[in-house]
């Protein structure tokens, strides 16, 4: 959703603050929440301009550059679980990971980590033939 413009939000502003009017008033007249009106007027009086805020993203996550680390640590340990690894990083980095964020970076980097148990097994089969 694109924001309100910059024109609208200093007519706004500006009518309200000639003072004859309610917040509720000026926000049934531009058909916009009282919400937002309280919103504007108090960022013109914070920063002392009206402008938009920049939208979307979201915070990395810690693991988010160290690519290398994750990568390599996955090579060494393939069939270490989720809270191996979250160990592992707090060892070697001295940051403590959940699992759930451990599991939603190697997702993002595509680093796959399947127990094969049944590879185990099948080596030792092997090993003890005759």
């Keep these: 959703m694109k924001p309100y413009s910059i024109e609208l939000r200093e007519k706004i502003v ?3 603050e000639q003072g004859d009017t309610s917040i509720r008033k000026v926000a049934a007249r531009f058909d916009v929440s009282k919400g937002f009106v309280q919103k504007i007027l108090k960022q013109k ?3 002392g301009h009206v402008e938009p805020k920049k939208q ?3 915070p990395k996550s810690v693991l988010h550059s160290r690519t290398t680390e ?7 340990y393939p069939d270490s679980t989720l809270s191996q690894y979250c160990e592992y990083w707090l060892m070697n980095y001295n940051e403590a990971i959940s699992p759930s964020m451990m599991c939603r970076e190697l997702k993002k980097q595509n680093l796959t ?3 094969r148990p049944y590879a185990v097994v099948s080596l030792r089969l092997k090993e003890c033939k005759f």
Aim: net charge positive.
């Design 45 to 47: 009086q914070t920063t």
């Design 56 to 58: 979307g993203g979201s």
């Design 113 to 115: 980590r399947k127990k």
């Design 70 to 76: 994750l990568t390599h640590m996955v090579e060494k």
């Design 14 to 16: 500006k009518i309200y």
